[in-house]
């Protein structure tokens, strides 16, 4: 416990200069985001939907890796914080002369960069970012490693429709193993109280998934009475190495949410996905636009999310600089 009686682990505060991933958070850093997140959003609601925060500075976004939702989210939240933004883009880019990935960072950041937004194929670049820039870095997907944004969207979402996570039985469904979003949303709900259960053929489990505060399940069937929040991943085609399962069509009939397992399910189950989806696979059609379904208020909440990563990122970085917004 601080001398200041607040538990640093819980209390809603924010002093990081990067965000990697939410292994590193404590429940009162998780907090600390959502809660601005629902600031921005009150003030999205109110009309008040442009905000000089970020003035001056700029944002880069460097994405090594195709990206619909991540990159235009980040982009977003960053021009409604009122930073400049550039936007960069392996494919076309002067990779393919030969400049190393860590000199396309650092030319990026001497355009006066303040936070750089990365995603890329191999975990830990963030990680190495951090230690060649001044900038700040947001994860914005690396590897199979973590997926802060996205998870806090998930997570976002849920406790504005549920309150709490306190208590709520969530299940991932499907590629654990190769899920960078799964390693994400387990480490954040636990924090946060929530029973995380992850669901999906042995194939798609890693081993020993459980000493991360988890509990395995084969069957979709068996957990949907007790699920309250059903979070169905993607199947990762391009980082699978081999065949984790006979095909597609045994993969939807053993695991995919349809309008049958919607009714044995909880009245009121949220279904989300983090996108993209693939209809016929994860989910039928009728549950990805059925009353059940959030995705799409995921994605709205993303842009709040982000601009809140992007708006605490800043003020830490105005602390730290003694005032000055850079
Ligand atoms: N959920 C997600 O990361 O989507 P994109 O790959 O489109 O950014």
């Excluded at 907090?31 to 925060?53: N, P, S, V, W």
């Excluded at 636990?190 to 798609?204: D, E, F």
């Excluded at 039928?284 to 809140?308: E, F, K, Y």
Aim: hydrophobic share 40%; glycine share 8%; proline share 4%.
């Amino acid at each position: 416990m601080a001398a200041t009686g607040q538990d640093p682990a819980t209390s809603a505060v924010w002093t990081r200069k990067h965000l990697i991933g939410l292994q590193d958070l404590t429940a009162g850093e998780i907090t600390a985001i959502l809660d601005q997140t629902a600031e921005f959003k009150r003030m999205g609601e109110a009309g008040e939907t442009r905000i000089g925060a970020l003035a001056g500075t700029v944002v880069a976004n460097l994405f090594f890796e195709p990206s619909t939702r991540t990159r235009a989210s980040f982009s977003l939240a960053a021009k409604r914080l009122s930073a400049d933004t550039v936007d960069f883009s392996s494919s076309g880019s002067s990779l393919s002369k030969g400049e190393t990935f860590l000199d396309t960072a650092r030319n990026i950041e001497a355009m006066g960069v303040s936070q750089v937004v990365v995603r890329h194929s191999s975990s830990g670049t963030p990680q190495l970012l951090t230690r060649h820039l001044k900038a700040s870095v947001v994860n914005a997907g690396d590897g199979m490693h973590e997926h802060p944004t996205q998870a806090l969207l998930d997570i976002f979402t849920i406790r504005e429709n549920r309150g709490s996570l306190e208590g709520l039985t969530v299940t991932l469904v499907g590629d654990i193993l190769h899920s960078r979003v799964a390693r994400s949303n387990i480490w954040g709900l636990t924090k946060l109280g929530a029973r995380v259960i992850v669901c999906g053929p042995s194939t798609l489990i890693p081993p020993h998934i459980e000493k991360l505060g988890v509990e395995v399940s084969h069957s979709l069937d068996e957990v949907l009475a007790e699920t309250d929040c059903i979070n169905l991943l993607r199947i990762q085609f391009e980082r699978q190495r081999s065949a984790y399962f006979p095909s597609i069509e045994e993969y939807a009939h053993f695991f995919g949410m349809n309008g049958d397992r919607i009714r044995k399910a909880k009245k009121d189950v949220l279904i989300l996905a983090p996108g993209p989806i693939n209809r016929g696979v994860e989910l039928t059609p009728d549950v990805a636009d059925g009353p059940h379904s959030v995705i799409l208020d995921q994605v709205t909440n993303g842009v709040l999310v982000r601009m809140a990563v992007l708006y605490l990122i800043q003020q830490r970085r105005q602390e730290l600089n003694g005032g000055t917004n850079q």
